[in-house]
């Protein structure tokens, strides 16, 4: 499988808690995104990657987040002290270009409870 | 600031005949656009764009979208809709004159594509 993957599927965790997620892209792209979506609502910008340098980010992306690519492969995306409002889709693309169109991953979705 | 906007929450047409699904967009620059579907339970899958050049752009599945400068819309249509095509549509913006690498996205229409 060549597309984008994304680990773990699923998180449920309580208030308070800190959780990490993983998106690995498609092995030839240097550009890597994160964006939030919630229920009924179109995906939100939260960080872009050009290779292991992190070039852009949200005001959506608090000092309680965190994300990396430490050697511009794989990302890592990590909330501490996760709050209800954190409940969301979360969503990795990557692509080969500025031009270029961003290819998604299926998503982690988070719960807190 | 860029921004989308897509009317319609919902959009039903019945299968066979030819569907629309509405963008707009605003932008301080020029527009990179594409659409994107998604399926429940699924990442969003990409249908087509428009970078430049010729203003009808055709994509994936039989989908094309138009881009009219003058009335800052790229609409998603498509000739004749099938059941399958039931979906929710996303049209997203990338502003290449100060909106960095970020997509902006609408906030969704479903399709509905009834027998």
Redesign the interface.
């Known amino acids: 499988d060549t597309g984008v993957s994304q680990d773990p599927r699923h998180k449920i965790t309580k208030r308070g808690q800190n959780v990490t997620f993983r998106c690995d892209p498609i092995s030839e792209h240097n550009r890597l995104y994160w964006y939030r979506q919630t229920l009924g609502q179109g995906p939100e910008f939260l960080t872009y990657f050009q290779n292991e340098a992190q070039l852009e980010k949200s005001r959506l992306l608090s000092d309680r987040f965190s994300a990396e690519r430490p050697k511009g492969s794989f990302s890592t995306l990590e909330i501490q002290r996760t709050e209800q409002g954190d409940s969301a889709m979360y969503l990795c693309a990557s692509s080969p270009g500025t031009n270029n169109e961003q290819f998604f991953g299926p998503g982690t979705r988070l719960t807190v409870l | 600031a860029q921004s989308?906007a897509q009317p319609e929450d919902q959009v039903n047409v019945a299968e066979g005949n030819p569907l629309t699904v509405k963008c707009t967009y605003s932008v301080s620059g020029n527009p990179?656009l594409?659409w994107?579907v998604q399926y429940p339970n699924?990442?969003?899958?990409?249908l087509l764009?428009y970078?430049t050049g010729d203003n009808l752009v055709k994509g994936s599945y039989g989908f094309e979208a138009e881009f009219n400068k003058s009335q800052t819309s790229f609409h998603l249509k498509k000739p004749s809709a099938l059941v399958s095509d039931s979906a929710l549509y996303?049209c997203?913006v990338r502003d290449i004159g100060g909106g960095?690498?970020?997509?902006?996205?609408?906030?969704?229409t479903q399709l509905k594509v009834e027998l």
Request: aromatic content about 28%; cysteine-free; overall charge positive.
């Open positions: 989308v990179y594409f994107y699924r990442g969003l899958q990409f764009k970078i996303f997203a960095g690498n970020k997509l902006t996205f609408g906030t969704g």
